[in-house]
């Protein structure tokens, strides 16, 4: 689980990698702030400190493909391309927001984006993947689905099958585990007798890498692997990121839980994704500390406008909103 | 077939029904596709799919491991992309194993993501006990899918309304679930050669009467006509209503039925207790209660799973004879 | 605490009587355990579980995977053996997931085999919405369970009932399913300290009246009570009458209720349509066909999915508005 | 897989491990036969061409340790010491049955002999058998159970969820996979992508090992091995026994299906796993051909005393019978 350099990646793509984790670090951190006010209703499951995962597999994506997600899902639509606007809107419960305020943060979704929703219920996500890679490939494109998932949804039922179908079938598939070693408040060892998901790959015939999810290069240049092999038609691959939630299973707070140590969190936080990756790229000439922080300032602007965006828009109407897309009306 | 005046009639099973409403839709149309367990070079446990495989390939008629889940996920997800699938789920005990992909995400997503997703996908699967297959092959859930806002659900009667429904249903942009009751296959019907549409959410008055509405879905109809003769034998008239799609529902139809003859019987094969029944004699007593000249009465099984042999199923399950004593208990009221 | 007259009342949490019978049970039986997601070392999300570890150590109260399935299954294969096991699905969406090992299984295995597994199983569980999870996280399910004979179903509307009804449920030899309301987690009520039994099957009247009598379960109970009060101001005297156990439910306390106020009210949070409402409705209609003077009416969600925005939730969940609307309603008739 | 020989295996072992697959085969056979008169009603899945699998399995285990079965179940019961005329009564749906006549085939039981079912639903006996195996381990008992399921169930969710389970857990339980190459009418390579269930041990942190299963003697060592290891407190493991059903997937048409060819079904029967122990036996001077077949007398004598048994036993009463047994009417 050698750290991979950037030697090779073109900078466009380096400074997209960049990018597409300050996205999510900025919106996260930022909902979280406004949630700890009381400004956001609902659940809410950060995605801080697993940025590498979703930027690094979302980069290796085309716009026209799609990812199925979790109930973790922010990250992976901000690395998608999601509109801050629409997504905080959403958290909110705003008529504005991607899904009118019906969904809120486990269900946020865009399909315009290929982004086919974050999802309530652990698994879940995986058989509509294999859907939609059956579809890519029924069409005869060369489209290809990336599910993410965490360690603890490999426990569940869903997972299974839907990994056998996929290789069964051989369809154009990714699966990417986000491995942060927790399912809620539970270790992964106390409920899973093995250290890598990515063993798991061989129970199904498909290809299963270990990468270093705090690694963005790592987590890149591993999914470019598997999505190519998918494009060229040959079936589907999974890829363990080792990464870890900075914040708690739900809401804000970081340290002081008692089923982890603070130590832990702490050492994992030394190796933050964006911080690791910043170092690289000014040692490398790529990207200086002053245009990075040129980005941060960017970004942090933008999601503070979605912010008001959010707080200015309508709250959904009831007596017009509440009993509506329940059903398409549209027959054929 | 011909009958004597030459006018010729075409009959058929309501397995062959099924079958040839899937070729002439997947000939229609090729973002329709089939997939389930040995329903492609098989044809299905009960041949329901015969030659599908052979005449539309591998592709479109996909065989699947033995993973409901991952088989109601394989057309949520295909259908999300725009392709209107058919998966099949052999049993309709086997919806249980499914449940969370069918009522949390096929059910739900429009609605959780604001109306965007549009999911045209199709369930079939077979219901119904009679044929000693116990416990767990002889489910008949329909009133738990009438409770998940988002499906649409039917339950065909005869070959006409299966052929007429299912085409209704894949053609439908919404998740639907058609099931065929079991000890039906081999019965037989008249059926038109082409495709054709029998609406969803409109009840059939299946025979007209004036002293009681019997409303029977399913297997139940014909029990329900058997009855009607033996009663016009003893001069009570029944009218029969077979709503034939369950959600949506035809109330208006049904509500119009026990305005006519202020006497109601409802039926179905499942346990009575959170039956369908419930939801048709409350909607009833909501819209017709000054109409009503006795309790609505209901007709299913009695409180216990359904059991193998078949000197107990045969009781077990609700008949012509039940349906009778049923209609005659409101008349004597 | 203490009120002026000195006598000492206990008054505790929903949550905390959930934790406490808990507590008792284990120390009164050693065939007793608990399995779960997270009720173990962290005690459970909604920290109903806290302290249960730590008292009674991993082995009797064992932190499982996310497997539903298998989570069920390990009760059942226990419970078979002969322990007594609470197994815990987090939130009541997830009975979804293992709808199979609950009603195929778990439901269906002593009828099966012809009477001989016993099956002392408690399923433990939160359902309903309010607190903006939207809509795989706000389930209320019970109109399924009670459609699947060989299950017995609570839903206390109080501490003090949920603390005996679990304390039933887990000394019944029948797998049981005991349903917390997320929403009233933090409600509080005067509880005994030692373990006591609530009945199964034992409908309460909460409130005497005879005007209207409202039939309201779980979290509705607390709606109606609120209702019942603006009612009072306006000379309308309701009674309510909790069902507390739905499966075996007390229809006998039901319809004399009914038989005296001669108008009915059905309350619950899920949708109307096949709700356990159309049950009860019909149950009432049979058995107090002519002490009926209106139509018996349902107070119930529309037919959606539960919305995510506080703003559309509010107005989707029924509150005490609704059901004294539906009071005045049937009056008016 | 080389055959294993009966050499160092006590004879006593050796001619019960003959005695129960004579005992399989004939119940089956006969059970066959009178179905195909129409004299059984509901499905039929016979385990003909199987029998060493549970014959070598349950010999491994105590009368106390527990089985879990499949829709394919009578093997299983028969192997863990099922009474002939109990089961052909339940086939036949009459009040003396195992089960009164309310299960029939698929859900022929004795929780006596540790038997907790055949069941309906594919791969739902396995989580049933954790629960069993969670509970031999709570009462610190040495008791063992063993699951038994087919290649086909290794691809739904219960499956998965149960073996994790077991694994995270440590639980005495053995995995025993009945590959016999086909779920229903679909070949096992059509489903997955991999040739050996074995191989999805590695998954879950257990040992799995493929053993010959027409070779009933290579089926008991490797179930010896595992049971030991279980009752040992070391946890889990999965056998995998590579076998064929000689007849369909359900009734009695052997030859003639176009899902399979004749060529196969004979290569298969040409392995047919009695003759083969019973040609080693007499080799081995353990068993001769005549007193071979005297087991074969035997038993199938016993077989129609059984459906002599059933024949003139009484049916289920439904005035008595229908509505008992739904509910246990003791409490505590
Ligand atoms: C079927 C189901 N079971 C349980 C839950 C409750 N739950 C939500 S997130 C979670 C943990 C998921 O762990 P993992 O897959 O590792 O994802 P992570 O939260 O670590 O990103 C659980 C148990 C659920 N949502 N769905
Ligand atoms: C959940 C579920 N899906 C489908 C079926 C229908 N079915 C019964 S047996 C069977 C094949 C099982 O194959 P395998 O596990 O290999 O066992 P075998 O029949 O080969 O012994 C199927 C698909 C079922 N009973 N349960
Ligand atoms: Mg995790
Ligand atoms: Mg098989």
């Not at chain 1, 109930?71 to 606007?85: C, I, N, Q, S, W």
């Amino acid at each position: 689980m050698a750290t991979k350099t950037e030697a090779g990646i073109p900078k466009p793509v380096l400074l997209d990698l960049h990018r597409r984790m300050v996205r999510i670090r900025h919106l996260e951190e930022n909902l979280g702030r406004i949630a700890s006010e009381g400004r956001v209703p609902g659940f809410l499951h950060l995605y801080v400190g697993e940025e590498a995962v979703a930027a690094g597999g979302c980069a290796a994506l085309r716009d026209e493909d799609q990812i199925t997600s979790t109930h973790r899902g922010h990250g992976h639509l901000v690395a998608k391309g999601g509109d801050f606007e629409r997504m905080m809107a959403e958290f909110m419960g705003k008529a504005t927001g991607y899904c009118k305020g019906k969904g809120g943060s486990m269900h946020v979704s865009d399909l315009d984006l290929g982004m086919l929703g974050a999802n309530g219920i652990v698994g879940a996500g995986v058989p509509i993947a294999v859907g939609a890679a059956f579809a890519n490939k029924y069409r005869g494109t060369d489209l290809v689905t990336m599910a993410f998932f965490g360690d603890g949804s490999t426990n569940i039922g869903a997972f299974h099958e839907a990994a056998n179908m996929a290789c069964a079938l051989g369809l154009p598939l990714v699966f990417m585990c986000e491995n942060n070693e927790y399912a809620e408040y539970t270790a992964r060892e106390r409920v899973m007798a093995i250290t890598d998901v990515a063993d798991r790959a061989v129970a199904y015939g498909m290809p299963g890498v270990v990468v270093d999810g705090m690694d963005v290069v790592a987590v890149y240049e591993a999914a470019v692997e598997a999505v190519e092999r998918a494009r060229r038609g040959e079936g589907p691959s999974m890829i363990e990121a080792k990464t870890y939630r900075f914040y708690d299973h739900a809401g804000v707070q970081g340290l002081g839980r008692t089923y982890r140590s603070d130590d832990e969190v702490e050492r994992w936080r030394a190796r933050d994704p964006i911080e690791l990756f910043e170092a690289q790229l000014s040692k490398a000439r790529v990207l200086s500390k002053a245009a990075a922080k040129k980005v941060h300032d960017e970004v942090a602007a933008e999601v503070l406008e979605a912010i008001e965006f959010a707080e200015q828009s309508p709250l959904p109407d009831p007596a017009t909103d509440l009993l509506t897309d329940v059903y398409t009306e549209t027959g054929r | 077939m011909s009958d004597a005046n030459g006018d010729s009639r075409r009959i058929i099973t309501y397995n062959q029904a099924f079958n040839e409403a899937l070729h002439g839709l997947l000939a229609e149309d090729p973002d329709i596709f089939v997939a389930g367990e040995d329903v492609g070079r098989y044809g299905g446990v009960f041949q329901s799919f015969a030659g599908l495989n052979k005449a539309f390939g591998d592709e479109r008629v996909v065989d699947t491991p033995i993973a409901e889940q991952a088989i109601v996920g394989l057309g949520i997800g295909a259908a999300a992309m725009g392709l209107r699938p058919i998966v099949d789920l052999m049993f309709m005990d086997f919806v249980m194993v499914a449940m969370d992909q069918i009522a949390n995400q096929a059910a739900k997503m429009k609605y959780m993501f604001g109306g965007k997703a549009t999911l045209p996908l199709t369930i079939t699967t077979t219901g119904g006990a009679g044929l000693g297959a116990a416990a767990q092959h002889s489910a008949s859930l329909e009133a738990w899918l009438i409770h998940v806002p988002g499906l649409k659900v039917v339950f065909p009667s005869n070959p006409y309304d299966l052929k007429g429904l299912l085409v209704s249903c894949v053609r439908d942009d919404n998740p639907t679930i058609v099931t065929l009751h079991k000890a039906m296959l081999g019965s037989k019907g008249e059926v038109p050669e082409g495709l054709y549409e029998v609406p969803l959410g409109e009840a059939e008055v299946v025979r007209e009467g004036s002293d009681a509405t019997v409303v029977a879905i399913g297997r139940m109809v014909g029990f329900a006509e058997e009855a009607a003769e033996t009663l016009a034998g003893e001069g009570i008239e029944i009218e029969i209503v077979d709503p034939r799609s369950l959600l949506p529902f035809d109330t208006a139809t049904v509500v119009a039925s026990a305005k006519k003859t202020n006497r109601i019987v409802v039926v179905h094969e499942a346990v009575r207790s959170g039956g369908i029944g419930a939801e048709i004699a409350a909607r009833i007593q909501e819209e017709a209660f000054d109409y009503l000249d006795a309790p609505i009465g209901r007709v299913a099984a009695p409180f216990s799973p359904v059991p193998f042999s078949p000197a107990l199923e045969r009781e077990y399950l609700p008949d012509a004879a039940d349906i009778a004593d049923a209609v005659r208990a409101t008349l004597d009221r």
